[in-house]
């Protein structure tokens, strides 16, 4: 048996295995469309822990793993002995006595990294403050969907140098991607990624969106606020005004791009009304595809122990 796999940030895998689980989403996609029962996961089952709110994830998630013949079990930190300080590395043996393979969401990367370190199944980050490796995946998809493929566009991220922001990094290094970001000053993803990806020459960092959409074929933003920094909601609003997705912006990019954004989208903040809804079909495909690549990760996690 091989030794179990994590799935704490994209490049946890090779690009290899980033090529093979989108090769199985696009599969598993198509099986559901063709109302195909596929249940491999039969008899396993996921925890799934929340410090943060969810959508698309949880729901992804529980009814992902529901498809795949297996079962979801919520646990939410207030209503657990994890919220009462029971440490973190004796609810990772305790749950891997249970469960196929853990899903968190939280804030500390360094509270995954060490959930992963002491459980003995597959342990996924469902966002922390530092990633959000599960949306890159679904992003990519999309891409390969709306565009054919992502090595051969142009990619421009603007806005706030977050989680989202730090695993696109990510998947411009594993991919060699054609990649421009653009943020305030102060608010720049982590400093050793951007570092390394300037590495792969085909990377460009910017203050000004204007340059960073410059003939981009996707243009892609997130919230100005992440979950955890609603205090700072005032001053970050202020600083971001000039990073909106608007028609303005837009008109600097190739003619047929396409917009996206993982949501939830905060309308007339980082993107207007107007192109938010004149790109619905590629951001709620965005969405949708949460759930294919998902389904695709957790069958490649877990069977792969089998
Ligand atoms: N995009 C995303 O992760 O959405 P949720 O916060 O709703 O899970
Ligand atoms: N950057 C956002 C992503 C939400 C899916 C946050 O962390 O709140």
Not at 17 to 22: A, D, H, M, P, R
Not at 26 to 48: I, Q, T, V, W
Not at 153 to 166: L, M
Not at 252 to 260: F, G, L
Request: aromatic residues 10%; negative net charge.
């Amino acid at each position: 048996m091989d030794s179990k796999r994590d799935f704490t940030k994209l490049r946890d895998i090779s690009r290899e295995e980033g090529q093979y689980l989108l090769e199985r989403a696009h599969f598993l996609k198509r099986l559901r469309k063709e109302g195909k029962p596929y249940k491999p996961l039969a008899d396993k089952s996921l925890a799934m822990i929340f410090e943060k709110a969810s959508t698309r994830t949880r729901a992804s998630f529980e009814i992902g793993m529901w498809e795949l013949g297996g079962y979801a079990m919520f646990l939410n930190t207030t209503e657990t002995q994890i919220g009462r300080g029971e440490p973190v590395k004796d609810t990772a043996r305790v749950l891997s006595r249970y469960v196929d393979a853990i899903m968190i969401r939280t804030y500390a990367q360094s509270l995954i990294e060490e959930l992963a370190l002491w459980s003995t199944v597959p342990l996924i980050n469902g966002l922390s403050d530092l990633y959000h490796p599960c949306q890159t995946l679904a992003d990519l998809l999309t891409i390969e969907e709306f565009k054919g493929a992502f090595e051969r566009i142009k990619i421009a991220y603007i806005g706030d140098g977050n989680n989202v922001a730090n695993s696109w990094l990510e998947a411009s290094i594993l991919f060699g991607l054609d990649f421009a970001i653009a943020t305030p000053e102060h608010y720049e993803p982590e400093t050793a990624l951007l570092a390394e990806a300037r590495e792969n020459g085909r990377f460009t960092f910017t203050h000004d969106p204007f340059d960073a959409v410059k003939d981009a074929d996707v243009v892609y933003t997130d919230v100005w606020v992440s979950m955890g920094q609603e205090k700072e909601q005032e001053e970050r609003v202020r600083v971001f005004d000039s990073y909106k997705i608007d028609e303005k912006l837009m008109k600097n990019a190739r003619k047929d791009a396409i917009v996206m954004h993982c949501l939830p989208a905060y309308r007339n903040k980082e993107i207007s009304d107007e192109i938010f809804e004149k790109h619905e079909k590629v951001i709620f495909a965005q969405a949708e595809n949460r759930l294919h690549c998902q389904k695709a990760l957790l069958e490649w996690l877990i069977l792969r122990q089998c």
